[in-house]
């Protein structure tokens, strides 16, 4: 099933034609609107009106997440305040978070898109969909939830947690999809195995699963437990929230990326190079129909190959393959991205703590899990757990405050910890995806 068969069909000359059209006008658009865009056109040598093809996008600077923080909030907004209906933000303290803004356009745009990522899926207006994912500032909950609507079909916004009512609205309510992110997923169908509920024989069909890396292992045992087919979704805040790519029910090899209304690339994280089709680099995007917040050349820092073999489903975009790593130091933990510099943030706060400490990402009952050791001075440090515990809860308290991640603070005396003047290995990953 195609939700939009005059541009999701289109040959590829007509699509990178429309592609070509689009880019010229978001490209005089930002430059002529935003002064970051004006001065990094201008030092990198080009106006919109040298783009004359779209090999001319190599020539166009790239956008990375400190330019966004460092115009926070609304610096890189190319309409005023008054046509904003809609602010999303990441979490983050370091600095300031990335802000994303919406004109009714863009909310209607990113509506078809995840109408579109939905029908992709196999999904009608006669389904009901589960939305397990988080409501607020994060993108996904309400990504998914409009999409749903104007795909027609019924929608249960339970967002995040409470996982024994997920469980008993799964039962009652009879939903026939979930959107989640995977490692929930398979926490739920393992606790409702727990509870003694028989989760294959849901009305559950379809899974549309993201905001974290998964692998086909992983996916194998979702379809196992839950009795779905579990589909991979893409998207990021910054360049419209979920439903930029989808993977689609009937090829199920790698995600379509919507290049009607995004372009993507793969470069070398290092030298910044385009890397071939079926190489794998650090993905790009840049936003063509965005109003409020386009972005030009955007460095996602997730690692994927792009894939161009025609797919059964029809479809005749671009491809994407799962996401296998990151070019930088984000985590993402159960669907948040943190970086180690924001959890070091928190400690400058408090008296005595740092520079040394360590993060261990660990993944439990399908779930994942941060464990975080920081030293603190041997003038602070003291033998009194009372003390200590109410240090360790105020660390907890302001990780989850800020970031909107729940971690488990142990703090430790100086010298417990590597000291090097080299690199220190900061993070210790030991999820199995």
């Known amino acids: 099933m195609i939700f939009n068969e005059e541009f999701e069909t289109l040959p590829r000359e007509a699509l990178e034609a429309l592609q070509l059209k689009r880019l010229k006008q978001v490209a005089g658009r930002v430059y002529h609107t935003v002064g970051f865009y004006k001065t ?21 600077p790239f956008t990375a997440k400190e330019d966004l923080r460092e115009n926070y ?3 890189l907004f190319t309409v005023p305040m008054s046509n904003i209906v809609r602010l999303h933000a990441s979490s983050g303290i370091t600095g300031k978070p990335t802000v994303v803004g919406y004109t009714r356009r863009d909310i209607d745009i990113w509506s078809r898109l995840m ?59 009879g939903p026939t999809a979930i959107c989640s992110t995977p490692s929930y997923a398979l926490y739920l169908a393992e606790r409702g195995e727990e509870m003694g509920v028989d989760m294959r024989s849901l009305r559950l069909r379809v899974g549309i699963l993201g905001a974290e890396p998964w692998s086909e292992k992983m996916r194998e045992k979702i379809e196992d437990k839950l009795g779905i087919r579990a589909l991979d979704m893409y998207g990021l805040s910054e360049v419209i929230g979920p439903g930029v ?12 990326v919507f290049e009607d209304h995004f372009i993507v690339e793969t470069i070398n994280p290092e ?89 261990t990402v660990d993944r439990e009952h399908n779930l994942d899990t941060l464990e975080i050791r920081v030293e603190m001075s041997e003038d602070v440090f003291s033998d009194e757990i009372r003390i200590l515990q109410k240090t ?6 302001d990780i989850k405050d800020y970031l909107g991640v729940i971690a488990k603070v142990k703090l430790v005396g100086t010298g417990s910890l590597e000291h090097s003047e080299g690199t220190i290995q900061r993070v210790v990953d030991n999820r199995k995806i």
């Open 40 to 60: 990094a056109f201008d030092e990198a040598g080009i106006t919109p009106d040298d783009i004359s093809t779209l090999d001319d996008l190599k020539r166009l």
């Open 73 to 75: 909030p609304f610096g």
């Open 115 to 173: 109408a579109r990522s939905l029908v992709a899926a196999g999904l009608t207006s006669n389904d009901i969909i589960h939305n397990a994912y988080g409501y607020g500032l994060f993108t996904g909950g309400l990504g998914v939830h409009y999409g749903a609507e104007m795909l027609g079909s019924s929608v249960i916004p339970m967002s995040g947690g409470s996982t024994k009512k997920q469980l008993m609205i799964l039962q009652d309510f």
């Open 245 to 256: 790519a989808m993977e689609c029910a009937v090829g199920r090899d790698g995600m379509h």
């Open 271 to 359: 030298t910044g190079e385009t890397v071939p089709y079926g190489e794998e680099g650090e993905l790009v995007f840049t936003s063509l129909t965005k109003e409020a917040f386009p972005l030009i050349r955007y460095r996602t820092g997730d690692i994927s190959r792009l894939m161009k073999e025609p797919c059964r489903c029809g479809r005749t975009y671009t491809r994407m393959a799962r996401i296998s790593g990151r070019s930088d130091d984000m985590l993402i933990i159960r669907g948040v991205n943190v970086f180690p510099s924001e959890i070091e943030s928190v400690f400058q706060g408090i008296e005595g703590l740092g520079p040394h400490y360590e993060l």
């Open 392 to 397: 360790e809860q105020r660390i907890t308290k």
